[in-house]
């Protein structure tokens, strides 16, 4: 690696969070939703510049308006309903969480083209008390304070919003089990797993518009260990 160049460096780097991303989506499919961090953390290196950070797309000439696109989710008109367009919702009366959401990940042939900067820092994904927050405050209400590379005490208000996800359905129950309820009853329960099912969306636009836009990177195959480490 020392006589590498530096574009070739840049590429080398994509390569790696581009398959940190696919490997996170991997297992996170598998109930390890926590990998959200990576996920969120991967797409700042990829996408976030200001000041002296670079973005790994600036320093590979990558997000100049017209010449390159990112595929998204597509859109329903109405900017409450936000949710609907990211998310499923899911019932278990039998869990202590029994409203969850999971990221839809399938564009079912229609998506949404955006030029780099409207896709990361223009399109709200969020709405919270009239306001509309995009991508990169998202991820970036993540990386810096919600344990992505950074713990802060206080969570901004749209972000506890997000994690507390009283802006989609919820559940009140009044029922009766065989032994202690699961989740408490005649409270309201709500999803709070929205902010962790929304990196993995972002996750997966990119990772399709990498493999659809043929960037410059390295696909590797996910290789399960076959030994698991131990502490």
Known sequence: MENETPDQRYRRLLSSHLNFLKRSCWLFDQGHEDEALRIATSLRVIFHAKGRNISLLTHLGMVAPGDYWMIGTPRSVDPDSWWKDFFTMNLDLASATPITVTARTSFTGEFTMQSVEQ?????????????????????????????????????????????????????????????????????????????????????HEVLTTANYYKWPFVDRPIVPWPVYPTP
């Not at 008390?129 to 713990?151: N, P, Q």
């Not at 309201?188 to 996750?203: F, S, V």
Request: hydrophobic share 40%; aromatic share 12%; charged share 25%.
């Open 119 to 203: 896709w990361w820092n223009g399109e709200p994904v969020f709405r919270h008390e009239g306001e509309s927050y995009t991508r990169k405050m998202m991820v970036l209400s993540m990386v810096d304070k919600d344990g992505g590379a950074h713990v802060d005490a206080t969570l901004q208000a749209f972000y506890r919003a997000l994690r507390r996800g009283d802006y989609g359905l919820g559940i009140t129950g009044s029922l009766e089990f065989d032994g202690e309820a699961p989740f408490e009853q005649g409270v309201t329960q709500y999803a709070e797993n929205g902010h962790l099912a929304l990196m993995r969306l972002l996750a």
